[in-house]
């Protein structure tokens, strides 16, 4: 069956590095990549990062992502209270004709 | 400022029908592929439907497939989600969103709740 993994959940310390993955297939992340959204409790998502890699303006540098094959990662770096959040891949799936999901990953920062 | 302002939910019986709007500004609505994405209750976000910037392409997902239905009018700005035999599990918080190599702008979303 298509879909997005991701882990559930991902704990580091504050400053620490967190790297958050999305495992997909040849026919969505490993086809045109993935992007990452960022979801605080009771808020919309807002996109972190599209085309792999490419972060929309205001975006802070501390988000970075990549691609390896059929796995998305999404890295940020000197982790801050407010990084505390739902993360989801996202990924257009060209066997499906339809978008995807990943399950999310909640970030919390110790 | 780019903005999506959805509208249209509510508290409803299984069996009824509901149409969300979803009204766009601060940029071109017509030049744009739009689409629904729902967050059922303390779950993850499912994408349902999007349509092409003229309307003449649909795509969708598994969920709500035929009882849904995406449209637009883009002299008014904005995008709809009728939604027929509502279910129980069709309880969420139901977004639009404009793609633009992602889903770049989203709504606040409108709370659809789905209970006898």
């Known amino acids: 069956q298509a879909g997005l993994t991701q882990p559930p959940s991902v704990s580091k310390g504050l400053r620490q590095t967190a790297t958050l993955t999305c495992t997909g297939n040849?026919?969505?992340?490993?086809?045109?990549?993935a992007a990452w959204l960022q979801q605080h409790q009771g808020h919309p998502p807002k996109l972190l990062s599209y085309?792999?890699?490419t972060r929309p303006s205001g975006i802070s540098e501390r988000f970075s992502a990549s691609r390896s094959g059929n796995t998305a990662s999404l890295t940020i770096t000197e982790l801050q209270s407010e990084d505390e959040a739902d993360y989801y891949c996202s990924a257009w799936d060209s066997s499906l004709g339809g978008w995807l999901f990943g399950g999310g990953t909640k970030v919390t920062v110790l | 400022q780019v903005q999506l302002v959805e509208s249209g939910g509510g508290v409803v019986q299984p069996g009824s029908s509901l149409r969300l709007s979803c009204e766009g500004s601060g940029f071109t609505f017509s030049r744009y592929v739009m689409h629904w994405i729902r967050q059922a209750p303390g779950k993850g976000l499912e994408w349902l439907k999007g349509i092409s910037s003229d309307g003449g392409i649909t795509y969708y997902g598994d969920s709500g497939e035929g009882r849904f239905t995406i449209s637009r009018d883009n002299s008014k700005n904005t995008l709809y989600l009728q939604m027929d035999s509502l279910r129980v599990v069709d309880t969420a918080i139901y977004y639009c969103?404009?793609?633009?190599?992602?889903?770049?702008?989203w709504g606040q979303g409108t709370m659809v709740t789905v209970s006898s």
């Open positions: 085309r792999t890699n």
């Open positions: 040849n026919n969505n992340v490993g086809d045109q990549g």
């Open positions: 969103a404009k793609e633009s190599d992602s889903f770049d702008i």
